[in-house]
C-alpha cells in the first residue's frame, strides 16, 4: 500500500531532474581579455578592457558588428542610445566615457566594465542571447539603458 506513493514521488522526482537536464539554461562561453579581472568563471570582469563571448558555430565571418558610443555624466546618460538593439549572432562593442569612477554591468551576459574620467571602457560580446538586458551603473545605482536582442 506505501509502495504506491513512494513509487510516485520516485518517479516524479526523475521526471522534473530529466526535464531539467533537458531545458537546462544554457551557458555562453565567455572569455575575459589578457588583463581582466575574473570573478567567477562564467562572469568575466574587466577593467577598461575588452569582455567577448564566442561566436556560436552557425554565426560565419559575415556577421555583422555594431557599435554604441554612451556617455556618462553624474551617473545619467547624457550621449548615446537608450536602447541598443542588436540581432542575435551580431558583435556588439559598447564604449562609454564616464566622469566618474564606476561599474557598468550587462545583466543576463554579466559583464562588467570599470569606468574612470578620461578614459573609454569598452565590452564587446556577440549577441547570443535574445531578449531585454539592462545595463547598470552600480556605485551610481542607476539604470541607464538597456540592450534588445532579437532573434534572427
Known amino acids: 500500500m506505501i509502495a504506491k506513493p513512494i513509487a510516485f514521488l520516485i ?26 579581472i575574473t570573478g567567477k568563471a562564467d562572469a568575466p570582469v574587466t577593467t577598461n578592457a575588452v569582455a567577448a563571448a564566442a561566436v556560436p558555430p552557425t554565426v560565419g565571418p559575415s556577421a555583422e558588428s ?16 537608450t536602447v541598443l538593439r542588436a540581432h542575435e549572432g551580431e558583435r556588439i562593442t559598447v564604449n562609454i566615457a564616464s566622469d566618474s569612477n564606476d561599474e ?31 545595463l547598470e551603473l552600480h556605485k551610481a545605482h542607476a539604470e541607464i539603458g538597456a540592450l534588445e536582442v532579437y532573434p534572427q
Open 104 to 134: 557598468l554591468h550587462l545583466h543576463g551576459y554579466d559583464l562588467h566594465a570599470l569606468t574612470r574620467p578620461g578614459s573609454i571602457a569598452s565590452l564587446q560580446l556577440t549577441a547570443n542571447r535574445t531578449g531585454r538586458f539592462g
Open 66 to 81: 555594431r557599435v554604441f558610443d554612451l556617455t556618462i555624466k553624474k551617473g545619467r546618460l547624457v550621449a548615446g542610445p
Open 11 to 36: 518517479g516524479g522526482a526523475a521526471l522534473i531532474a530529466a526535464l531539467w537536464l533537458l531545458f537546462e539554461p544554457k551557458h555562453s562561453d565567455v572569455r575575459a581579455s589578457p588583463g581582466a
